[in-house]
């Protein structure tokens, strides 16, 4: 068949004047430029079918075809062509002889690079002149199965749900061919060449697509299939390649849990909670750590208190039996538990039923030595605020629950910051020892807090705490106290001003405190028909006269009262100043009395002040009186001249005087008698000159009597220490801290004023002589010359 259709194609071809390019074929003379007959018609050129040339031909150079012009004679045109395979990439795949028309393939062709090259064919003469227009000529690759066909991944991956019913979709192959798709080069078919001996999947031969093809999958049994697969050209029959499919079966809750046995033992110990028990082995086949797995415990009977609970560990699937309230050895020594299992995930509906879904756990109880129990904790009281020692707040005791172990409860303390309470250590009793102070820093809102222990004597021992909270209650024992008011006076007219506004004070506590009572003291009878007494609110009063009174200082007597149980009261003075007043109702000026007596100043308290003035100013006249007569008189006056040794001689430091040289300590005397110190000095001859003074001069001093009356004591000290500051043969006394005066007999004088600068004419610098050589030169410039 495939000769004759080559020998029908040489017929063809040489009946148009052609030579197709055909490998085993000689290649024909093409005229493309002679004009076909065609009667009655324009003439045209003849219309070159394609050149087909089989790709990968490797006799090389191959003649394919030879045209010619008869426009002239054999020698005398030139033939040549241009574009893609000659002048373009891929460049030198197509040659022709310029002399002969011979067109020639020159190397191997690659119809998946290219598929065909579409070229122009020209005629020349030998001058260059066109002879012919360019004509057109085809050459198509045909194509060869040199191609493999290639799967797009080397692993296809698939899921599905174990028992899946036939038919169901798992996965789908994908493969290419780069061969041309319209030949049987690339016409692909698809095969499971291998899948684990079970025939459980097949795959489509055409799309690629994987299916199961009958039941039976289970993942506990097998849980992934590794599948080979194929794919071949030519419809099966040409060039092959493989690749693997890897299907993993998803689980489903086809597995009941169930319990390892039918009965669990397992023991605790009382007065625990918090701790586990034992554990709950259970198996399940589906996948673990998925809800299918996972399981989840019941507690059906035996617990009617909730005592306990069953946990599920996330590692192992067991069931942790746990205590979450404390069990009592004395109520109860064992429990019968009934417990269930099932997964978190509801079981399939195909699912077989479990056998031991089911279990019983028996839990024995241990006995231990608890701890004392407060039957209340904590304990709320009160107590009545300023108790005194000895004074009963409560028993605070415990009671043992291990009631078949013979032990004894002692108590005492564990907090108790005021060291208030005293516990009896047998019974629990509680009194105080001492009064709890109102102030105290840990009397949090009127509670007082302690912590008491209670003991037992068991081995070893167990200690319970128990909270004792203490109200102190409060006690009406303070009377309310008359606020001063201001102002204290108010017109003697009773429809003038706003009358007299009292207000009081309780130091207690609500209710023991406001509202208060107003009252005129009913020992005074005269003072209801003088005045009158109207409650404005819960703490104030309003004072006005009944008709009018004399101006001037009134003394009256309140009663005051609080709501206390028992109420407290107390009388108290009050003085009233009564003036008359303007239009306005406000005192005129000048027309009140005195208004020294404020409200709440009784006569008593005036005396008692007026008493410790007189007291004071009796102080102050007896130490000046014994600073004249009792300090002993001194060896050395202000103006000695001796140059004693000034070390063995005690100093007072405690001045602000002169230097060391100084050994004349103050003298208050000399403030009190400026007369006697005057005369001492004329006895001692011309008194120094105070080098603080202006110019040296000493003004006259008169002599000063003492006075008589205690009120003249200060006019008579401020006169005192003007004069001993005017005095020039003192140093100044008029400031406690004298740094000018370096003291007498200083070798160097005295810097006893800043005013000595101003008089330096006056000063005597000969004494420089006697200091040394270093000083000589001070000496030439200030001494006399």
Not at 253 to 259: L, T
Request: net charge negative.
């Amino acid at each position: 068949m495939g000769v004759a259709l080559l020998l029908t194609l040489g017929l063809l071809a040489q009946s148009l004047g052609l030579s197709w390019g055909i490998p085993g074929l000689q290649p024909s003379t093409l005229y493309p430029w002679r004009k076909g007959p065609a009667p009655g018609r324009v003439r045209r050129a003849w219309v070159i079918p394609p050149i087909s040339v089989s790709e990968n031909y490797k006799r090389l150079p191959y003649p394919l075809v030879q045209i010619k012009s008869d426009k002239q004679q054999l020698g005398s045109v030139i033939y040549s062509i241009q574009g893609p395979g000659v002048d373009e990439e891929p460049r030198d795949v197509f040659s022709i002889d310029k002399f002969t028309g011979r067109v020639f393939l020159n190397a191997m062709l690659d119809r998946e690079k290219t598929d065909r090259f579409r070229l122009k064919a020209f005629a020349l003469d030998l001058g260059g002149s066109t002879l012919e227009d360019p004509t057109d000529l085809e050459i198509v690759v045909v194509d060869q199965n040199d191609n493999r066909p290639a799967f797009l991944q080397d692993v296809f991956t698939g899921h599905v749900l174990e028992g899946a019913p036939p038919g169901t979709f798992v996965t789908k192959a994908e493969a290419t061919d780069a061969d041309d798709p319209e030949t049987d080069n690339a016409a692909l078919r698809f095969s499971i060449l291998d899948q684990g001996g079970s025939e459980l999947f097949t795959i489509d031969e055409h799309s690629g697509e994987i299916r199961t093809v009958q039941v039976g999958l289970d993942r506990e049994v097998v849980a992934v299939y590794n599948l080979t697969l194929q794919v071949a050209d030519m419809s099966g029959d040409g060039l092959t390649a493989t690749a693997s499919a890897i299907i993993s079966l998803d689980d489903i809750n086809d597995n009941a849990p169930e319990f390892t046995r039918n009965e669990f033992f397992m023991e605790t110990v009382e007065a625990a909670s918090g701790v586990d028990v034992g554990r709950l082995e259970v198996e399940d086949r589906d996948l673990p750590g998925s809800p299918n797995w996972v399981a989840r415990f019941s507690i059906l009977e035996g617990d009617p208190d909730g005592q306990f609970t069953i946990r599920t560990d996330p590692r192992t699937n067991e069931g942790v039996l746990s205590v979450v309230k404390p069990l009592d050895y004395e109520s109860r020594q064992q429990y019968e538990l009934r417990v269930s299992v099932q997964n978190e995930a509801p079981l399939h509906a195909a699912a077989p039923r479990a056998q031991r879904s089911q279990a019983r756990v028996s839990v024995w109880v241990q006995d231990t030595n608890e701890a004392p129990v407060f039957p209340e904790n904590p304990l709320r009281t009160s107590l009545a605020e300023g108790a005194p020692p000895g004074t009963s707040v409560t028993t605070f005791s415990a009671r043992d629950p291990d009631t078949q172990q013979l032990q004894r409860i002692s108590y005492s303390k564990d907090y108790d910051p005021e060291d208030w309470l005293q516990v009896d250590g047998a019974t629990g009793r509680i009194q105080t020892q001492r009064v709890l102070s109102p102030a105290s820093p840990f009397l949090k809102d009127g509670w007082y807090r302690a912590i008491i222990l209670a003991l037992d004597d068991a081995s070893p021992p167990s200690t319970a705490t128990g909270t004792l909270s203490i109200e102190i209650l409060e006690v009406n024992d303070h009377a309310p106290l008359l606020a001063a008011p201001s102002p204290s006076s108010l017109c003697s007219e009773p429809d003038q001003g706003p009358g007299l506004l009292l207000g009081a004070t309780d130091e207690d506590l609500p209710p023991h405190g406001a509202p208060f009572h107003f009252q005129l003291s009913p020992k005074v009878p005269e003072l209801g028909r003088n005045w009158s007494l109207s409650q404005i609110n819960v703490s104030h009063a309003r004072l006005r006269p009944r008709h009018q009174v004399p101006e001037g200082l009134h003394r009256l007597s309140l009663l005051l009262r609080d709501s206390g149980q028992p109420p407290q009261q107390r009388e108290q003075p009050l003085n009233v100043t009564v003036c008359r007043c303007g239009p306005e109702g406000s005192c005129l000026p000048g027309a009140a009395a005195l208004r020294a007596g404020g409200a709440g100043v009784s006569l008593g308290a005036l005396v008692i002040v007026l008493a410790s003035a007189v007291v004071l100013l009796l102080l102050v006249l007896l130490a000046a009186l014994r600073a004249r007569f009792g300090r002993p008189s001194r060896d050395k006056s202000l103006l000695h001249g001796l140059q004693d040794d000034l070390r063995d001689n005690i100093l007072n430091y405690d001045e602000q005087g002169g230097g060391e040289e100084d050994q004349d300590s103050y003298d208050i005397s000399q403030l009190r008698h400026p007369a006697e110190l005057r005369a001492h000095s004329r006895a001692l001859g011309r008194p120094p000159l105070r080098r603080d003074a202006p110019f040296g001069h000493v003004p006259p001093q008169p002599h000063r009597a003492l006075p008589t009356n205690p009120a003249d004591i200060a006019n008579f000290i401020s006169d005192g220490l003007e004069a001993a500051d005017s005095d020039p043969s003192v140093p100044p006394y008029d400031t406690a801290l004298i740094y000018d005066y370096e003291g007498d007999g200083s070798v160097a004088g005295t810097l006893s004023s800043i005013l000595s600068s101003l008089v330096d004419e006056d000063q005597d610098y000969d004494y420089l002589q006697d200091w040394g050589p270093r000083f000589a030169r001070l000496a030439d410039m200030y001494g006399h010359p």
